[in-house]
């Protein structure tokens, strides 16, 4: 990791704007085959991925300038399929409520980790211009 995405905060903050856009993308496909006969909507998981895949692993920091555990995780999150349910008669379960909820919370989301990101960015540029720019 160099520059920008080199300490613990910032790399949380681009993993959370990787994850949004995702979701956007994934709601998106839901909504455009609410038509679709037999399709099943699709959702981004990421947090119960990420505590499932480090819950068992040991790790030990041979040095003190390693991470510890947790600070450098990538983002674990996958796309799944929901086959549980059943919204109509030909199989389709995309509800167009639920999805556009989701879509605009989603949105939120993303435009709060956004403006950390602007401003961290705000805050990068006033110290290299030495407060002048």
Known sequence: ?????????????????????????????????????????????????????????????????????GQAEEAAYRVVTDKSTTMRPDGNNVDVDREMALLAMNQLHFNAAADVLNRRFGLLRYVITEGRG
Do not use: C, S, Y
Request: glycine share 4%; net charge positive.
């Open 1 to 69: 990791m160099h520059g920008l995405w080199a300490d613990t905060a910032a790399l949380r903050l681009r993993q959370t704007l990787d994850m949004a856009a995702e979701k956007q993308r994934i709601f998106a496909h839901n909504l455009a085959n609410v038509n679709t006969p037999h399709f099943k909507r699709q959702d981004v998981v990421f947090a119960e991925e990420l505590e499932r895949a480090g819950a068992g692993l040991p790790l030990t920091r041979t040095d003190k300038k390693h991470l510890a555990r």
